[in-house]
């Protein structure tokens, strides 16, 4: 049976989650192989030198944007492995999903568009679940962890982007070609400190350079070229949001079987306000796309 464009498209969509939920994973190993974040950062952008090939007919607008997008991007990326020298990597994924509780408000602060209460439910149900994390294991003692501050960081950085994206790319004949651009200009902002304020890795082996290529080519240059042709093919803004709101449950599933992460009361309880705080994002759209269905 011959499977439709949408559905090939979400399919493609569902894997590019997959990928991005594994990719924390051989980034924590790199992290406790001694290499620094800068450095993971730099290799997963290099490979975007693979794709300046289907650069074509580029505009300057275009190169504008990307320079924009790839500074918040690079931004995002960097905060968001820090924090994993910090935190488990399923706590530092949780964390990173409170931009879905973020972007509403942002497109509110900056483009007016309409905010709902769900949206504010969701923003202090998020704000409960950090707490949590914030709190000892042991006690009801609340104390700032550098980890969870780089984490939310990442989140704020990642919410700028995508609402950015979303405003750049209507205007854009080719999001791909914006894409590369924004990937290139994050690669040089890397490039300019990583060479000056820390040493090239020393550990090279089997579970560090496959680690590299999975972060570099798979979970950079492939997923994002799967997001892109399934949103292509699907042409349904509000399932794609819905697949991508799985990203952190992929990281928390893999953490628990692949680095045996343990389960803390105070993790389970912020995992479970955050995601609650997600849900409450994502109601509307379950509730616009579940009636279009019908």
């Not at 994390?133 to 990442?154: C, D, P, V």
């Not at 070229?225 to 709101?245: C, E, F, H, R, V």
């Amino acid at each position: 049976m011959k499977i439709s464009d949408k559905t090939y498209g979400s399919l493609l969509i569902h894997l590019a989650v997959f990928f991005w939920g594994f990719s924390f994973i051989p980034q924590k190993i790199l992290l406790q192989s001694g290499f620094s974040s800068l450095y993971i950062v730099f290799f997963r952008f290099s490979f975007i030198l693979l794709c300046v090939f289907f650069i074509k007919d580029v505009t300057f607008n275009t190169i504008k944007r990307g320079f924009f997008l790839g500074l918040v991007l690079f931004s995002a990326i960097l905060t968001q492995v820090y924090s994993l020298k910090y935190l488990d990597v399923s706590v530092s994924a949780f964390l990173l999903s409170t931009n879905m509780v973020l972007i509403p408000i942002f497109n509110y602060i900056l483009f007016k568009k309409k905010i709902t209460i769900f949206n504010i439910l969701a923003m202090f149900s998020a704000g409960i679940g950090v707490i949590f994390f914030n709190q000892s294991t042991h006690s009801i003692e609340f104390s700032w962890n550098i980890g969870i501050l780089l984490a939310l960081l990442s989140s704020l950085c990642f919410t700028l982007h995508i609402i950015f994206t979303n405003h750049f790319v209507d205007k854009e004949s080719s999001p791909f070609q914006l894409h590369i651009f924004q990937s290139l200009f994050a690669l040089v902002a890397v490039s300019i400190f990583v060479f000056f304020l820390d040493d090239f890795p020393q550990v090279w082996n089997l579970a560090t350079i496959s680690s590299i290529i999975f972060v570099g080519f798979v979970g950079t240059v492939v997923a994002y070229g799967m997001l892109a042709y399934g949103q292509k093919l699907t042409q349904d803004p509000l399932k794609t949001g819905l697949i991508m709101s799985l990203h952190p449950v992929w990281t928390f599933i893999f953490a628990i079987i692949l680095l045996n992460e343990s389960l803390t009361t105070n993790k389970l309880l912020g995992i479970f306000f955050i995601a609650f705080g997600v849900f409450l994002c994502e109601w509307e759209s379950l509730k616009k796309y579940y009636l279009l269905k019908k």
